[in-house]
């Protein structure tokens, strides 16, 4: 077997203690409720599983740079055809409660995500069988192998068995027991969270002794709260436009790099036009991507890839050609030799039945980002003879009508969206996840893309050990994506967050992901 880490790994740079003194309290903003954050519970891939992993632990950890490293595991060890995977885990970790944690409860967590259907959880432990020997060895064996099982590992929060072998519907149970630095303490409804430090952590006692999460939902009251002093940070990203006026106050820190998230604009591929791909191209063709840029992000932010991967990630196709670009006079003969003409003279062009191409294009309201993103797409549609119609609505509205349920399964019911997906799909990857026409693995294709020549592609990669194996796939991959745009990539923001450093300032910065994560808080 090869040795993937050991406890010394893990003591280099993850939990040396610094002499950062203690925080009694930061009051964090958070944009949304996150229901009870559990695993089954929480709303959102940014903030809500980064929050939710304040109170829960995983068996790996992703350090700043994005590796994977041991954390509930003490060591790692992976079988040379990468289909078994021995973990030792700590000695001496309690949950909450005061329980010990062993084997068992990573046997049974692993074990409920795969009967209980998790968005995100689930399709990753797909053909593991786990093992138990004994109270501190968790032995994973994979139905074929997995090139970022270690970034599973480290996404997948491990729950209590004592506590949640009771739970008759894990995505309706409310009890957040877990072994993390945070225990949650408060839940005031659409009003605010209240964490308390866990002084017995494995890994020391966090930096900060309360962590209060009030939710604001608006994007301008967050901002003019944080200058108020009524919060010391947010987890939402400071707008381009703030950028210049908050790094001029003394009393706020901007801290800002590269990030992982993404602004698309979904098409319903089960939905005409969008479910053909020459209709998809032409509306591709005439959106400005450098200009969304500019004008949205001011710069702070990268042109969107056709084919998802950013171009920061080892995975990225650097041959790609880039979006289609067409005149206005281009996409209007194209739409005309597709059927699809202006009859009447009104600027909207029909369906052959006569059916104006009007649709609704959603985004969520308090999201100016998102909003103005809508807006101009509109308005570069409009000179081709197509309408969209912008429709704000609450996140969770929105989300409802994309991904019912967060279960691909269940279908979806919208036009377009402006949409987004959390830095750990781009870490990983996940191109299966967002394009796999199975909904029990396409658990991410939230537009319904079905291409079967490309399923085949998608299997393939996923068992690829073989790292330049993997890239060559990845490359086939994204020059069909490319090819099709089931969905468009339109940018991908900057990452910009604005805090207050006299209240705390131990924030850092994970590679793609932002300043809201474990190792924030979490002596390092």
Same mark, same amino acid.
């Given at each position: 077997?090869?040795?993937?880490?050991?406890?010394?790994? %893990?003591?280099?740079?993850?939990?040396?203690?610094?002499?950062?003194?203690?925080?009694?309290?930061?009051? /964090?903003?958070? *944009?949304?409720?996150?229901?009870?954050?559990?695993?089954?519970?929480?709303?959102?891939?940014?903030?809500?599983?980064?929050?939710? !992993?304040?109170?829960? $632990?995983?068996? !790996?950890?992703?350090?700043? $740079?994005?590796?994977? &490293? *041991?954390? /509930?595991? +003490?060591?790692? =060890?992976?079988?040379?055809?990468?289909?078994?995977?021995?973990?030792?885990?700590?000695?001496? %970790? &309690?949950?909450?409660?005061?329980?010990?944690?062993?084997?068992?409860?990573? #046997?049974?967590?692993? +074990?409920?995500? =795969?009967?209980?259907?998790?968005?995100?959880?689930?399709? *990753?432990?797909?053909?593991?069988?786990? +093992?138990? *020997? $004994?109270?501190?060895?968790?032995?994973? #064996?994979?139905?074929?192998?997995?090139?970022?099982?270690?970034?599973?590992?480290?996404?997948?929060?491990?729950?209590?068995?004592?506590?949640? +072998?009771?739970?008759?519907?894990?995505?309706?149970?409310?009890?957040?027991?877990?072994?993390?630095?945070?225990r949650l303490t408060q839940i005031v409804p659409d009003q605010f969270y209240r964490l308390e430090a866990n002084a017995e952590y494995f890994a020391g006692k966090p930096r900060v002794d309360t962590l209060v999460l009030p939710i604001i939902r608006d994007a301008t009251a967050t901002f003019t709260a944080l200058q108020a002093g009524q919060i010391d940070a947010a987890t939402r990203t400071l707008t381009p436009e703030l950028v210049a006026q908050f790094q001029a106050r003394p009393d706020i820190k901007v801290i800002s790099g590269p990030g992982f998230v993404t602004t698309l604009l979904l098409f319903n591929n089960e939905r005409p036009p969008f479910n053909d791909p020459r209709v998809r191209r032409v509306i591709a063709g005439v959106i400005s991507y450098a200009e969304l840029v500019r004008t949205i992000l001011l710069g702070f932010g990268k042109v969107g890839s056709p084919a998802f991967i950013h171009p920061d990630s080892p995975w990225y196709n650097s041959n790609l050609s880039g979006f289609p670009r067409l005149t206005v006079d281009q996409a209007r003969q194209a739409l005309e030799a597709l059927g699809f003409k202006d009859s009447n003279g009104d600027g909207v062009r029909e369906f052959p039945d006569g059916k104006p191409l009007q649709f609704v294009l959603l985004t969520r309201s308090g999201d100016p980002v998102r909003i103005r993103t809508a807006e101009l797409i509109a308005q570069a549609v409009k000179p081709i003879g197509i309408v969209f119609d912008v429709r704000a609505l609450d996140s969770d509205t929105v989300a409802q009508l994309v991904w019912p349920d967060f279960d691909v399964c269940k279908g979806r019911n919208y036009d377009l969206a402006i949409w987004g997906w959390s830095a750990p799909v781009m870490t990983k990857a996940d191109v299966r996840g967002l394009f796999h026409s199975d909904c029990k693995l396409g658990t991410l294709n939230v537009v319904g893309y079905a291409n079967k020549a490309l399923d085949a592609l998608l299997d393939k990669q996923a068992q690829a050990v073989n790292r330049e194996e993997r890239k060559r796939l990845l490359d086939e991959i994204q020059k069909i994506v490319a090819e099709d745009l089931p969905f468009l990539t339109l940018f991908y923001p900057d990452l910009i967050f604005a805090v207050r450093p006299a209240v705390y300032d131990g924030w850092a910065f994970l590679k793609g992901e932002g300043i809201i994560h474990k190792l924030s808080f979490v002596k390092r």
């Amino acid at each position: 077997m090869r040795k993937l880490s050991v406890l010394v790994l %893990v003591l280099s740079g993850l939990l040396l203690c610094t002499a950062t003194a203690q925080t009694p309290l930061v009051r /964090l903003a958070i *944009p949304t409720t996150e229901r009870a954050l559990t695993p089954y519970t929480y709303n959102t891939g940014f903030p809500g599983w980064y929050l939710l !992993m304040l109170i829960y $632990d995983a068996l !790996m950890i992703t350090d700043l $740079d994005g590796v994977p &490293r *041991p954390w /509930l595991a +003490e060591t790692v =060890q992976v079988s040379a055809d990468g289909t078994t995977w021995t973990l030792t885990l700590r000695q001496n %970790v &309690r949950w909450h409660d005061g329980q010990p944690f062993t084997a068992a409860d990573v #046997k049974f967590s692993y +074990e409920l995500y =795969q009967k209980v259907t998790h968005p995100r959880f689930s399709g *990753p432990l797909r053909g593991v069988t786990i +093992e138990t *020997p $004994d109270a501190r060895t968790v032995v994973l #064996k994979l139905s074929a192998p997995s090139p970022t099982f270690d970034l599973t590992l480290a996404d997948t929060p491990i729950v209590p068995k004592h506590i949640w +072998e009771r739970a008759q519907d894990p995505k309706t149970f409310e009890n957040p027991i877990g072994t993390g630095p945070y225990r949650l303490t408060q839940i005031v409804p659409d009003q605010f969270y209240r964490l308390e430090a866990n002084a017995e952590y494995f890994a020391g006692k966090p930096r900060v002794d309360t962590l209060v999460l009030p939710i604001i939902r608006d994007a301008t009251a967050t901002f003019t709260a944080l200058q108020a002093g009524q919060i010391d940070a947010a987890t939402r990203t400071l707008t381009p436009e703030l950028v210049a006026q908050f790094q001029a106050r003394p009393d706020i820190k901007v801290i800002s790099g590269p990030g992982f998230v993404t602004t698309l604009l979904l098409f319903n591929n089960e939905r005409p036009p969008f479910n053909d791909p020459r209709v998809r191209r032409v509306i591709a063709g005439v959106i400005s991507y450098a200009e969304l840029v500019r004008t949205i992000l001011l710069g702070f932010g990268k042109v969107g890839s056709p084919a998802f991967i950013h171009p920061d990630s080892p995975w990225y196709n650097s041959n790609l050609s880039g979006f289609p670009r067409l005149t206005v006079d281009q996409a209007r003969q194209a739409l005309e030799a597709l059927g699809f003409k202006d009859s009447n003279g009104d600027g909207v062009r029909e369906f052959p039945d006569g059916k104006p191409l009007q649709f609704v294009l959603l985004t969520r309201s308090g999201d100016p980002v998102r909003i103005r993103t809508a807006e101009l797409i509109a308005q570069a549609v409009k000179p081709i003879g197509i309408v969209f119609d912008v429709r704000a609505l609450d996140s969770d509205t929105v989300a409802q009508l994309v991904w019912p349920d967060f279960d691909v399964c269940k279908g979806r019911n919208y036009d377009l969206a402006i949409w987004g997906w959390s830095a750990p799909v781009m870490t990983k990857a996940d191109v299966r996840g967002l394009f796999h026409s199975d909904c029990k693995l396409g658990t991410l294709n939230v537009v319904g893309y079905a291409n079967k020549a490309l399923d085949a592609l998608l299997d393939k990669q996923a068992q690829a050990v073989n790292r330049e194996e993997r890239k060559r796939l990845l490359d086939e991959i994204q020059k069909i994506v490319a090819e099709d745009l089931p969905f468009l990539t339109l940018f991908y923001p900057d990452l910009i967050f604005a805090v207050r450093p006299a209240v705390y300032d131990g924030w850092a910065f994970l590679k793609g992901e932002g300043i809201i994560h474990k190792l924030s808080f979490v002596k390092r």
